[in-house]
């Protein structure tokens, strides 16, 4: 079952794991080195159980698979 908290402990932990950076289009795989915003959000919530895709979207995208998922915006 999806869990809110489980995303956002996921997001802590990714922040403070030094091997882990901001890469502009970085989807998370080790070529990208490291993450952009809507692969690291989008990533969190697939971790914790959220129906969302496994890879980066892009945040003209995030919207309704944030909405499909059940969340209110």
């Known amino acids: 079952m999806p ?8 997001a802590s932990r990714m922040a403070f794991d030094e091997s882990i950076g901001y890469t502009f289009g970085g989807d998370g795989n080790p070529d990208s080195n490291g993450y952009d915003c809507s692969a690291f959000v989008i990533r969190c919530l697939y971790r914790a ?5 496994s890879y980066r979207v892009g945040t003209a995208y995030m919207k309704q698979y944030l909405i499909d998922a059940g969340f209110q915006i």
């Open 3 to 10: 869990n809110i908290q489980d995303a956002l402990n996921e």
């Open 49 to 53: 159980g959220f129906n969302v895709p």
